[in-house]
């Protein structure tokens, strides 16, 4: 990945993931937790909207991660947020929520999975939009680089699921699954000179690799 956006995330930034079912999302995020805590020793959160806990710890056991020993030493959190009965009153709080916990043991890497859960709650494009950009804002005053997840229908012309995420965030990036494929695709870094080419992705016992070598045509690729 960091030889297709010139060494990495920038400092600070927020990237929209966007992807269908299936195509590695999940594993994405927690495996760029994982090397900042392990490699960089960067304090980093993953807040889920939609999986508990538990069930994302079991869901990495085939991958040969020491995730035991970052969690026990502060350096890689993970939280479940609940939607309370009215969220469209409580979305401030909520965001403050978010915020704090990265605050708590000083986040320099987070993950909101998904923004798409998150956006459920509300009822219109525009207070869609404004709660992400208050969150997003929230989280450039920590200088915390921030992964937001996105559910879309799987489409290869897909970014995101509202259609306004993409305008708010630093970068995108989309994942897809065309069986028995997966790809991927920089659709904007801002502050990098980003390969503009579809590579293939690859799921194995060591997380998800990407062949900045090799690339995919973008007319190969189902709509």
């Not at 400092?11 to 937790?33: D, P, T, V």
């Not at 916990?101 to 509300?122: E, M, N, P, Q, Y």
């Not at 630093?170 to 699954?177: T, Y």
């Not at 062949?211 to 709509?223: M, P, R, S, T, V």
Request: glycine share 8%; net charge negative.
């Amino acid at each position: 990945m960091d030889e297709l956006i010139e060494g990495g995330f920038p400092e600070g930034s927020s990237i929209l993931l966007g992807g269908g079912a299936g195509c590695g999302k999940s594993i994405f995020c927690l495996q760029y937790l994982y090397n900042g805590a392990k490699m960089f020793n960067e304090p980093s959160v993953y807040v889920t909207l939609e999986e508990g806990p538990h069930n994302i710890w079991w869901n990495m056991q085939r991958f040969k991660w020491e995730l035991l020993p970052l969690e026990r030493a502060n350096l890689l959190k993970i939280y479940k947020f609940e939607p309370t009965t009215d969220m469209k009153a409580d979305t401030e709080n909520q965001i403050k929520r978010i915020v704090e916990k990265a605050k708590d043991i000083g986040a320099k890497r987070l993950v909101i999975d998904s923004i798409t859960a998150f956006s459920f709650w509300l009822d219109d494009v525009a207070r869609i939009r404004y709660a992400m950009y208050v969150l997003i804002e929230e989280l450039r005053k920590l200088n915390c680089t921030t992964i937001l997840t996105a559910e879309t229908m799987g489409g290869k012309r897909e970014v995101s699921r509202f259609g306004v995420e993409e305008f708010l965030t630093d970068g995108v990036v989309s994942i897809n699954f065309m069986p028995p494929h997966r790809y991927l695709f920089v659709r904007k870094m801002r502050g990098t000179n980003h390969d503009t080419r579809v590579h293939p992705l690859v799921i194995n016992d060591q997380g998800i690799s990407i062949n900045h070598k090799e690339e995919i045509l973008w007319e190969a690729l189902k709509d």
